[in-house]
């Protein structure tokens, strides 16, 4: 059975967009081998390939003499990127050599892309050893570059050991960036503001995100870029002076093959605080039967250069970088002709994602063609245009065992980001998606500690399904900076943090019950890691609005809160037993209201209050955004002439 082999170029753009549902478990218990194989040829032929690879998958554990039907699981999971299943599925048909003749190539790769790299080795040696096909020859070059490639993994994996570090231990974006889907194309502005590429709404979309201390806000679309309806588009880059942003919109072309894109380089200009709609480069430089990708900018003191990734005629095969230049003291984007930047760079395999330092004349770029860790490698190679020295694989831990592209310096030396679909903990268990990772400065990433426990319902009546976990920097005056926040689902919570202050907290929030705030200090930790259970009391029932408001006479006379005559509102955010207004938790609604408490008598309890606002809307808004900054339960109350009436609800 012959199925087509993917171009890579929409392997970092489309890969996530393709999943089909999953048919409900008692209709696939049903389901004969026959009709698990005639599903799967259906997905696969619509590149749902993630999907095909279970069900070529289902069939063949119903008919395991039909061995084609493992060996198209497998070729399905090495088109997503799963090389654990890949591999799995490979390794039951890698030495049935007359049959399928590449398998256990296929398996050796996905061996390799694990960092399994011994037994890669292995594979590839037997494979080459055995193989009889007409493109040995050819295919004996390649399998000897990747058993260098798996020698030069085991040497970097000891250089690591040695460090007593990890490929690893790099840092992940968190969820405010990354998602279950692909992010790609990371576009630093400046140290605290960060452009990236995603395909979390079906398509691939820019995306902005802004640095709040150690954490992120909400990735959104840039209010002030245009929109773009219909077309898939990013791997874009700011022209120096951020005047100009260069970037690609693309197009779905299934007759090129399964995941294949046509995509052409736009630009937009800046016109005040907005942007312009966006402007087709010229035909010379997207050619029709080509795709034209990722550029990127830079100047000198008289030219505007582009380095852009094609693969159009006249390179050395593949995907290769090409550049072009214009005038600064032109106003038209009237670049010169593309030139290929020559074998010195380019090979016959694919070079991509392309990022130059001009100030120390470095560029760095992504390829598959040079002896590598995994299957993309980041690599760099000094010199300018038309004088180059030597390329050079980057290492481990900006390269790993899987793919790392799109490797850009943050402005003024501020840290590196990347691009990587390698496994990380248990934020991200699967290669099957791109993320994007984070460098910081010089040798910070060495040394991480790793914080966890387990959550428990302190009376033991109930399993506690979800909570918040928010992780402090603490100084020696009592001040705690927030450095993360989690959303956990289960019973355990799990921190990783670079090991660069003494003191830090953790807070645990559960709905219904009291939140646990506890400090610890990594100075005291005898090795890195730190087991902290943590219990939680559920909320007693004077803390709920029933109870609350049985109280409201009785408040009177005794509440720090403030009076006003007439109507008016407080947003409540919770009660507590013990208050400190120092908490670190209230500094994300500071400047919501006035942070106000209420004591209720005879109850060990103090309401916390944000207040005052004198209409419905105002105190709308409010409950929105403190909901929103940590405080879901939160909920307003309604005030006349300073006598508390209770809960006021809004309708959604």
């Known amino acids: 059975m012959n199925k087509l082999h993917l171009n890579p170029v929409g392997l970092f753009i489309l890969t996530a967009l393709f999943f089909l549902a999953a048919l409900p478990l008692e209709a696939q218990k049903e389901m004969s081998w026959k009709k698990h194989y005639k599903l799967a040829e259906k997905l696969y032929d619509k590149a749902q390939y993630a999907e095909a690879a279970r069900h070529y998958k289902k069939a063949w554990l119903k008919k395991p003499k039909k061995h084609f039907l493992v060996y198209q699981a497998g070729l399905s999971y090495r088109i997503v990127k799963d090389y654990l299943n890949a591999a799995d599925a490979f390794q039951h048909v890698k030495d049935l050599h007359k049959k399928f003749p590449k398998a256990e190539w296929y398996y050796a790769d996905a061996l390799k892309q694990v960092g399994r790299y011994a037994e890669a080795e292995r594979a590839y040696a037997d494979f080459i050893g055995t193989y009889r096909g007409p493109d040995k020859k050819q295919l004996a070059l390649k ?21 007593g570090t990890s490929w690893q231990k790099i840092q992940h974006l968190d969820h405010h960036v990354n998602s279950p889907h692909t992010e790609f194309s990371p576009i630093p502005f400046n140290e605290q503001v960060l452009y990236f590429s995603s395909t979390r709404s079906g398509r691939a979309q820019i995306y902005r995100a802004e640095k709040i201390g150690n954490s992120w806000s909400n990735a959104t679309l840039p209010s002030t870029f245009p929109q773009i309806p ?52 010229r035909d010379y430089i997207n050619l029709k039967e080509a795709t034209t990708t990722q550029p990127f900018a830079f100047h000198t003191d008289t030219e505007e250069i582009v380095i852009f990734s ?44 392309p990022w130059y330092d001009a100030e120390n004349q470095l560029l760095y770029f992504s390829s598959d063609g040079y002896i590598s860790l995994g299957g993309y490698d980041i ?10 020295g030597e390329v050079e694989n980057v290492g481990m831990p900006i390269n790993s065992p899987a793919d790392d592209m799109y490797y850009v310096e943050v402005p003024g ?27 910081p400065p010089s040798g910070k990433y060495q040394t991480y500690v790793e914080v966890s426990g387990k959550i428990y319902d302190k009376e033991g009546k109930q399993q506690i399904p979800y909570f918040q976990a928010f992780l402090y920097i603490c100084e020696k005056n009592g001040q705690c900076t927030l450095l993360e926040d989690k959303e956990f689902q289960g019973d355990e919570y799990r921190f990783r943090f670079p090991k660069e202050h003494d003191r830090y907290a953790i807070e645990i929030s559960a709905p219904g019950y009291r939140s646990n705030y506890f400090e610890f200090s990594t100075s005291d930790l005898s090795s890195n890691q ?28 005794i509440s720090e809160a403030e009076r006003h005559v007439g109507i008016y509102y407080k947003v409540q955010l919770i009660a507590v037993t013990k208050h400190n207004p120092h908490h670190p938790r209230y500094k994300a609604v500071l400047g919501l209201g006035e942070l106000q ?3 209720v008598p005879g109850k060990k309890v103090v309401r916390i209050l944000m207040g005052d606002y004198f209409s419905e809307e105002e105190a709308k808004a409010a409950l929105r955004q403190i909901r ?20 006021f609800a809004f309708e959604n």
């Open 413 to 439: 030396g501020a840290g590196t980001y990347l691009v990587s679909n390698r496994s990380y903990e248990e934020e991200k268990l699967f290669t099957t998606d791109e993320d994007i990772f984070f460098i």
């Open 143 to 163: 399998i000897e570059r990747e058993i260098k490639g798996c020698r030069l993994g085991l040497e970097e994996l000891a250089k690591l050991e040695q460090t």
């Open 230 to 281: 219909e077309d898939h588009y990013g791997n874009g880059f700011f022209s120096p002076d951020h005047e100009r942003f260069f970037f690609t919109q693309c197009k779905s072309v299934e007759s090129w093959g399964g995941l294949t894109t046509r995509c052409a380089i736009y630009v937009i200009y800046r016109i005040g605080a907005t942007w312009s709609l966006p402007v087709r480069l």
């Open 310 to 353: 094609s693969n159009r005629p006249g390179g050395e095969g593949g995907m290769d970088l090409w550049y072009m230049s214009r005038p600064l003291s032109s106003d038209d984007m009237d670049f010169s002709v593309p030139v290929n930047l020559g074998p010195s760079i380019n090979t016959p395999g694919n070079e991509i994602t």
């Open 530 to 557: 730190l087991e902290l259970p943590v219990h939680l009391t559920r909320k007693e029932t004077e803390s709920t609005h029933s109870e609350l408001e049985k109280n409201d006479e009785q408040t009177q006379g």
């Open 628 to 647: 929103e900054s940590g405080f879901p339960d939160a909920f307003v109350v309604k005030y006349r002439d300073g006598k508390r009436l209770g809960t």
């Open 379 to 388: 690599f760099r190679i000094p010199g300018s245009f038309g004088n180059w």
């Open 597 to 599: 408490t209420e004591s």
